[in-house]
């Protein structure tokens, strides 16, 4: 990290106490950084939101392979001119409830999921609701069977019962029902499979 890269996120830490107190959301590296020690070793990450391409980067440096989906045309283009150079980077066109049924039957091994795939105005694109996420893990819960282990991060989770987002119960009610652990950090809901450690 060089000193301009230190300033930045010093300033953003800074102001993120300051101003807010430390509420959510939290600053993006944060958040990043909260993926990072989740993460499995060697594992598929599947991020839906792809937006400009800073997530999907990021989780290149970590994952053996990155499934990033986006719905917007805009975004997408954006974010090919960030991750083109990626060799293990595979974008898809569409909204996660389309991609999902084909791809996770795909997978296998040690799978981790980044869900941050909601409609938040600009050059995102909406469908039928402003968050897939009931569909996105009805399709996880299909196919954990063919997963080793499997770490399902979802952001935004203050949203939870305005609008189309579920109460906090449903993802608690969904983490149980599967056998995870489950836990929160910095406005993200964490579930994790039963054998692996819940704080890293």
């Known amino acids: ?5 230190v300033k930045t996120f010093s300033g953003a830490l800074f102001e993120w106490f300051d101003q807010s107190r430390c509420s959510p959301p939290a600053p993006h590296f944060v958040k990043l950084a909260c993926l990072l020690r989740h993460s499995c070793n060697k594992a598929t990450w599947v991020e839906t939101g792809t937006y400009l391409g800073q997530g999907a980067s990021f989780l290149s440096q970590i994952a053996s392979h990155v499934h990033t989906i986006e719905p917007s045309d805009e975004c997408i283009a954006r974010a090919l001119g960030v991750l083109q150079d990626f060799d293990n980077v595979t974008m898809h066109k ?5 991609v999902f049924p ?3 039957g795909r997978l296998s ?3 981790c999921f980044w869900l941050d795939g ?5 050059i995102t694109t909406k469908s039928l609701l402003d968050t897939p996420i009931k569909s996105e893990l009805r399709e996880i819960g299909r196919n954990l069977h063919l997963y080793d282990r499997c770490v399902v991060l979802i952001d935004d989770i ?5 609008g189309d987002y579920p109460p906090l119960e ?25 054998s692996l450690p819940l704080y890293p």
């Open 94 to 98: 569409g909204f996660s409830e389309d």
């Open 158 to 162: 203050r949203e939870c019962g305005s």
């Open 109 to 111: 091994g040690s799978v």
């Open 118 to 122: 909601h409609f938040s105005g600009g």
């Open 170 to 194: 449903y993802f608690v009610f969904w983490a149980l029902r599967h056998g995870f652990h489950w836990t929160i950090e910095h406005d993200i809901f964490i579930s994790k499979s039963a």
């Open 1 to 5: 990290m060089d000193e301009e890269q």
């Open 102 to 104: 084909d791809l996770l």
